[in-house]
C-alpha cells in the first residue's frame, strides 16, 4: 500500500503562485507514475500533470506554461508549483501514484490517492 498525504493549498489571488506537496509513504518503491489532479465543485476529476519514475512529465493544455511538476526522490515527495494561478483553477487538488508503467492523465490509472487540498483563486 501507498499513503499520499497533500498539503500547501490556500487562498490567492489571481495572477498569484502556490506549491502543492505530497508526501509518499509505503511501497513507494513500487511506484511508477504519480500524478496531480483537481475537482472543481459539479465538475470531474481531471488531470494537471504526471511525472513518470524517470522524471519525464505531461500537462494538461489548461497548465502549460503556468504549472511545474517535480519530485524529490530522497524525501518521496512530489510537488507542483502553480503560478499566473486564474479563478478557474480553483478546485480540489489531489495527488495519485500507481505501480503501472503506463502513465496518463486519465483518474482511472492510478491506484492511490491522497484526501486533497482546496486550492481557491480570488479575481
Known amino acids: 500500500q501507498v499513503q499520499l498525504v497533500e498539503s500547501g493549498g490556500g487562498s490567492v489571488q489571481a495572477g498569484g503562485s502556490l506549491r502543492l506537496s505530497c508526501a509518499a509513504s509505503?511501497?513507494?518503491?513500487?511506484?511508477?507514475?504519480m500524478g496531480w489532479f483537481r475537482q472543481a465543485p459539479g465538475k470531474e476529476r481531471e488531470g494537471v500533470a504526471f511525472?513518470?519514475?524517470?522524471?519525464?512529465?505531461t500537462y494538461a493544455d489548461s497548465v502549460k506554461g503556468r504549472f511545474t511538476i517535480s519530485k524529490d526522490n530522497a524525501k518521496n515527495t512530489l510537488y507542483l508549483q502553480m503560478t499566473s494561478l486564474k479563478p478557474e483553477d480553483t478546485a480540489t487538488y489531489y495527488c495519485?501514484?500507481?505501480?503501472?508503467?503506463?502513465?496518463?492523465?486519465?483518474?482511472?490509472?492510478?491506484?492511490?490517492w491522497g484526501q486533497g487540498t482546496q486550492v481557491t483563486v480570488a479575481s
Open positions: 495519485a501514484a500507481d505501480p503501472r508503467n503506463f502513465c496518463s492523465l486519465s483518474v482511472k490509472m492510478y491506484n492511490y
Open positions: 509505503g511501497y513507494t518503491y513500487n511506484i511508477f507514475c
Open positions: 511525472i513518470t519514475r524517470d522524471g519525464r512529465s
